[in-house]
Nanobody, 125 residues
Framework: VQLQAFGGGLVQAGGSLRLSCAAS????????VGWFRQAPGKEREYVAG????????YYADSVKARFTISRDNAQNTVYLQMNNLKPEDTAVYYC???????????????????WGQGTEVTVSS
C-alpha cells in the first residue's frame, strides 16, 4: 500500500488542522493505521491510530480530547482532526500502515512497514 499524507500548515495556537492520509494500491482493510509525529531532535512518537480491524482507536495522552482520528473507506483515506493546537504539537506528521502488526506493538513506529511522506505542522504561540 502506498500512502500520501497532506494537510499540514502553519496555524496559531488554539487553531485547527485536518490531516489526510490517502492510500493507493490497495485499501486499508486489514491494516493498522497510525499517525506519528517527529519534532526536531526528538524521537518519532505515536499520536493516534486504528487497530487492524478498524474497530479500535488509540490516542497518545498528550492529544486526547483534542485530536480525533476518522476514516472514509470509500475514499480510502484516514483523517486526523487536530483541534486546540498547541506549540508543542509542532512537528512533521507521518501516517503509516501495517497489516502484520500485533496489538501490543501498535504504538511502536519501528513495527510499521508502509509510510507516507511527512506533512509539516507548525503551531505558533
Amino acid at each position: 500500500v502506498q500512502l500520501q499524507a497532506f494537510g499540514g500548515g502553519l496555524v496559531q495556537a488554539g487553531g485547527s488542522l485536518r490531516l489526510s492520509c490517502a492510500a493507493s494500491g490497495r485499501t486499508f482493510r486489514g491494516y493498522a493505521v497510525g499517525w506519528f509525529r517527529q519534532a526536531p531532535g526528538k524521537e518519532r512518537e505515536y499520536v493516534a491510530g486504528y487497530s487492524r480491524t478498524g474497530g479500535y482507536t488509540y490516542y497518545a495522552d498528550s492529544v486526547k480530547a483534542r485530536f480525533t482520528i476518522s476514516r472514509d473507506n470509500a475514499q480510502n483515506t484516514v483523517y486526523l482532526q487536530m483541534n486546540n493546537l498547541k506549540p508543542e504539537d509542532t512537528a512533521v506528521y507521518y501516517c503509516a500502515a501495517d497489516n502484520s502488526i500485533i496489538q501490543s506493538s501498535i504504538r511502536d513506529y519501528k513495527q510499521y512497514h508502509h509510510w507516507g511522506q511527512g506533512t509539516e505542522v507548525t503551531v505558533s504561540s
